[in-house]
Nanobody, 128 residues
Framework: QVQVVESGGGLVQPGGSLGLSCAAF????????IGWFRQAPGKEREGVSC????????YYADSVKGRFTISVDNAKNTVYLQMNSLKPEDTAVYYC?????????????????????WGQGAQVTVSS
């Protein structure tokens, strides 16, 4: 059974750092793309990042490029999102997501992708 389980998040001041992790079950991250979406109150869902160890592709939203880093630990079958230089506008619920595709190509941009597997969500709040 495919499942993704998140941990991490919390409250941090602007300019600070936080990390999220997501353990994958029922599939191997060495072969499939996985990533993160976020949703803030009153805003549309936004694709944040994606990584595929299968083809080496990655994706970052323009709003997080240079500040967020996605990585995978194959031994732990876990994906991480390191978030640095956080801004109040990064405040959202972050979801770990996979559609069991082989690549990040079209992540958050291709309307044909169907994101079938979602974690429970992790709250990230950036506030002074």
């Amino acid at each position: 059974q495919v499942q993704v389980v998140e941990s991490g998040g919390g409250l941090v001041q602007p300019g600070g750092s936080l990390g999220l992790s997501c353990a994958a079950f029922g599939f191997t991250l060495e072969y499939y793309a996985i990533g993160w979406f976020r949703q803030a109150p009153g805003k549309e869902r936004e694709g944040v990042s994606c990584i595929s160890k299968n083809d080496g592709s990655t994706y970052y939203a323009d709003s997080v490029k240079g500040r967020f880093t996605i990585s995978v630990d194959n031994a732990k079958n876990t994906v991480y999102l390191q978030m640095n230089s956080l801004k109040p506008e990064d405040t959202a619920v972050y979801y770990c997501v996979t559609d069991l595709s082989l690549s990040c190509m079209g992540w958050a941009e291709d309307p044909r992708r169907q994101y079938d597997y979602w974690g429970q969500g992790a709250q990230v709040t950036v506030s002074s």
